[in-house]
């Protein structure tokens, strides 16, 4: 669920740089909540790994 999350979010990033631009508000906003989701897939990653030890 949380990588359907990040594709959907992705793709909406790109279209938002094509039409605006990517230093738009739109597009830096985007991004950013990209960044927050990829930021905890990794953290949930690494939580996987360590209690797979």
Do not use: F, P
């Not at 790109?14 to 230093?23: D, P, Q, R, S, V």
């Amino acid at each position: 669920m949380l990588l359907y999350a990040i594709e959907r979010k992705r793709s909406q990033m790109i279209l938002l740089a094509e039409k605006y631009g990517y230093t738009s508000e739109a597009t830096v906003r985007c991004s950013q909540e990209l960044d927050r989701l990829l930021n905890l897939a990794q953290q949930t990653t690494c939580m996987n790994v360590k209690m797979a030890k």
